[in-house]
Structures are given as C-alpha cells and as structure tokens.
C-alpha cells in the first residue's frame, strides 16, 4: 500500500468524482470522469507530484511544493480508482490516464516514465497524456518513449497567446519559450507521426482576434490541436464565474475552429462543488494548511492570483 488514506469526495455531479491520497510525506489527487458511462469513456487525471513547482496564478495547488511522486504512487492512482469501481479496462471504448491533476510531469520525468511503461503494460489500449507547462528540460527521452509507446499524447500548457503575459500567469523562470514549444511539439510530431495539442485558458482579456493571430504565427492548424480550458475567477460565485467562462471559452473556440483548428473545450464536470479540473484542488490547499512543515514555497507565492477557484 502505497498510502495511508485514500478519501473518495462525491459531486452533485454524478459523472465525477475525486480521491485524495496521502501518506506520512505527501498528498495526491486523481479525478475519476464517465462520458457518459465508464464503459463508453472514462478520463481519469492523476498527480505526478505533491504542490507543484511551477507556481501558475490560476492553479490552487500553485503556491507550495511537497515533493515528486515516485513511480509507484502515480500508478496506483489510475489503478485504484479503476479497481476501486470495478470498471474493467478491457471493456472501455475510451480510455484516457492524463497527467495534468497536480504537479510538473516532467520536472518528475525520471519517475513519470516509469509510469508509463508500467500503464503502458497494464493499459495497452489506453490514451497517456501528458500535460506540461515546458519547463527547459531536454524533451529528445519523451519523444523517443513515444515513439516507442505509440499511445503517448503530448499536450502544452500555453494559456497565453504571447510570452509577456504568459509569463505572469506562469512565473516560473526555467519555461520555454513559446516559439521554443511549437518547434518541442514539431518535432516531437514529426518523429511520432501524432499531433501535440495547446492547452489555452480563455479570459475577457485574451480573447480576441488579435489573440488567434498571435497563435496562428506559432501554432499551425496543420500541425496542432487545441484544447479550450475553463476556468474560475477567484471574487465571484463558482457557479456564476463557470456559466460565465464557458461562454467566453465557447465564443473562443468557435473563432479557432474559423482559424482552422482542431478544437475542443475542457469542460471539468464536478468544477462547481469538488473542484473537478485542473489545479481546482481545494482539498490539498487544507492539506498544506495543516502539513506546513512539509512544504516549501513555489516561485508563484505570494504573486498576484490571476485565475483561481474559490476556498472552501
């Protein structure tokens, strides 16, 4: 056993559900989604460390850092929440392990390739995708295993249009820089044969032609697909702030789709009562209250929060 606890935390939603796990030294978790049956399509985002380095202003888990997660831990998420509801693997459509809950995939890469070795050989039908915010760490040891596990997908966490405001919302200094992704992804998709995908969080001020422009001159439609995130501000009510950023997030897509996009929207079910998406971590935010001497601080603490969901 690989954790002392594992708490199941159910939604009104009942296509969603979250599991915190923690031992004596760290805290994880994993986000169990059915489209709409777990048998059609399950998505499953698990965590590759405990906090997160990396600081980005939206992400609740952006302020502190425990530690990285060892192989082991972040397979026995996906595993435990599959096991854990007797869904069959064998019998699932689609079947989608991300790496995008909690923490830097690959400033823990060293372990996150134990990982997918382990549910490449447990999973073989099942989609790995890895989500990174690309840190300047050498990319060439991912682009090799993904030839070699031809189930990897890469996705980019680029959320801006543009390096200066980019670099506010991740303030994290060892990143690359825009144009340094889309030649990372070009590469890594000329030597798979597969498209890497941009995430972007769309908000009332990157939502404009001007910003489509800008990723057009990066991001050729001929190369990459695009993921459409939505996300919470902070000083409004969750349920009011979601209606009101899917509909920017919908506006938004549509615009890339005329640009020539393969789109899509990131919709977190479960956002409004558990926090279902990405860095929507409410739970490990008490955990770090409660663990604070076995935390340290990431670079984005104490900066200005841009996007983030509200504290329970």
Request: with cysteine; hydrophobic share 35%.
């Amino acid at each position: 056993m690989h954790w002392d606890s594992i708490k199941k935390i159910e939604s009104s939603d009942l296509n969603v559900f979250k599991y915190v796990f923690h031992n004596k030294t760290a805290v994880a978790e994993s986000v169990l989604y059915k489209y709409p049956t777990f048998e059609e399509r399950t998505v499953i985002c698990c965590s590759t460390q405990s906090g997160c380095p990396i600081g980005c202003r939206f992400c609740g888990a952006g302020d502190y850092f425990v530690r990285s997660l060892n192989a082991d831990e972040i397979i026995s998420q996906p595993v435990y929440l599959l096991e854990s509801n007797k869904i069959d693997a064998s019998k699932i459509g689609r079947l989608q392990i991300m790496f995008m809950s909690m923490g830097e995939p690959m400033l823990n890469f060293i372990n996150l390739k134990k990982a997918l070795i382990g549910l490449y050989e447990k999973y073989p039908k099942a989609a790995l995708l890895i989500s990174t915010s690309a840190p300047t760490v050498d990319f060439e040891e991912l682009t090799q295993l993904s030839i070699d596990i031809p189930t990897i997908g890469l996705q980019f966490s680029v959320h801006e249009s543009n390096d200066v405001e980019r670099n506010k919302l991740i303030p994290f200094k060892g990143k690359y820089s825009l144009k340094d992704i889309s030649d990372i992804g070009q590469k890594w998709s000329f030597k798979t044969g597969r498209r890497p995908f941009f995430n972007y969080c769309v908000h009332e001020n990157n939502n404009k032609d001007a910003n489509i422009q800008e990723l057009l001159d990066l991001f050729s439609p001929d190369i990459w697909e695009s993921t459409i995130s939505v996300i919470c501000e902070r000083d409004e009510n969750i349920a009011a702030a979601n209606d009101r950023q899917k509909e920017l997030a919908k506006s938004f897509m549509n615009k890339m789709i005329d640009a020539g996009y393969s789109t899509r929207m990131f919709d977190p079910a479960g956002q409004d009562d558990i926090g279902g998406g990405c860095g929507q971590l409410w739970f490990v935010q008490s955990w770090m209250k409660n663990n604070s001497n076995k935390i340290k601080k990431s670079i984005g603490y104490n900066k200005p929060i841009v996007h983030t969901p509200v504290a329970l």
